[in-house]
């Protein structure tokens, strides 16, 4: 679309770990295949498809080749109790606490974290181990401290939707439409917005809200993460509208973020 695809999350790396080596499942790709599209198909994640092709960036090509099915993903085993976890560019606590089967909570408890901001090279305690011997802060500056920041753990639950709440911001939002001079229509994770023009998207910054996520924008809705644009950094999303009057009209406000649980 009129949109630039920017590069999500980098591959993951963890520390401390064995694996079995297991054959891996190969697949071609064909025009119009988006890394997003592949995951999909094969109930992986964009992260792993990156990991294991060796990835740098969402750029592919028709005719390359991926490795789609790395069983490896799901038979390491971890070689001690304090297994760690460095954080990567794209990282959420909730994307880390599903990789590892672990909660948001735990990974807040064990690491001492206040907020769920985190930063790339941050190394993390991933161990389900330790919540044997780990137990959350009860003092009341942490409780303070975590019922006011601006992302919501697993345990707050949207009242428009009935769905966990993974995190909760707020964002300056803008409108946009497919109908514009040099617009494809097509969005960055292969949605064709002119063929599906009821379809609730909105553009972000993956590093913020991961491509595919369901979110709950407040006066718009529940929609999908499936675009991206050069001006949507940071705490920044673009809601799709079929009607340009209705674009124009929406303007420029701060609205409520929830990214859903599936």
């Not at 964009?46 to 799901?74: F, G, H, M, R």
């Not at 181990?129 to 003092?139: D, E, F, H, L, M």
Request: aromatic share 6%; proline share 3%; hydrophobic share 35%.
């Amino acid at each position: 679309m009129k949109k630039t695809v920017f590069s999500v999350a980098a591959t993951v790396a963890l520390t401390g770990v064995l694996a079995t080596t297991v054959s891996a499942e190969e697949y071609k790709i064909n025009k119009g295949d988006t890394l997003w599209s592949i995951s999909q198909k094969y109930d992986v994640s964009v992260s792993d498809l990156k990991s294991w092709n060796d990835l740098n960036s969402n750029l592919i090509y028709p005719s390359q080749s991926l490795t789609v099915n790395n069983e490896t993903a799901t038979t390491t085993t971890k070689s001690s109790n304090n297994s760690t976890y460095t954080v990567k560019s794209g990282d959420t606590l909730y994307a880390i606490s599903q990789k590892f089967n672990i909660t948001v909570d735990q990974l807040m408890a064990w690491n001492n974290l206040s907020s769920t901001l985190i930063h790339p090279g941050d190394q993390f305690k991933v161990d389900g181990q330790a919540a044997k011997t780990s137990a959350p802060s009860n003092n009341s500056s942490s409780s303070n401290s975590s019922s006011n920041t601006s992302t919501a753990t697993q345990t707050s639950t949207t009242q428009d939707t009935g769905n966990d709440v993974v995190k909760e911001f707020t964002a300056e939002a803008t409108a946009y439409t497919a109908n514009c001079t040099g617009c494809s229509g097509v969005t960055a994770t292969g949605i064709d917005l002119n063929a599906n023009p009821d379809q609730k998207v909105i553009a972000v910054d993956p590093n913020v809200i991961p491509l595919g996520s369901k979110v709950h924008v407040e006066g718009y809705g529940v929609a999908i993460a499936g675009d991206t644009g050069g001006a949507i950094n940071g705490n920044r999303i673009d809601v799709f509208m079929p009607n340009r009057e209705d674009a124009l009209n929406f303007g420029r406000k701060s609205v409520k973020v929830q990214v859903l649980a599936d």
